[in-house]
């Protein structure tokens, strides 16, 4: 599995809809937190290898209704 992050800027007034439908209807959501600064939602997501990013967030994350603006970090390793 690969682990992204994607901030998300919504449309005004539309943050918690954007949380709901991404809980709701992205299966590989792992969870949605509401955050301060320049974006509104911190959502992290695990992928199959095989996916493409690109085409993941563009595809099931951009195209979601309230969504403005998205920044992807991808993560290489996990400390414990």
Sequence with gaps: MQKIYVFLKCDLGHSYDVAAALVDGVEEVSEVDS?????????????????????????????????????????FNAFT
């Design 35 to 75: 955050v301060s600064g320049q974006y509104d939602l911190l959502a992290k997501f695990y992928l199959p290898r095989e996916y493409d990013v690109g085409r993941f967030v563009t595809e099931q994350v951009q195209t979601l209704k309230g969504v403005k603006d998205t920044f992807t970090l991808v993560a």
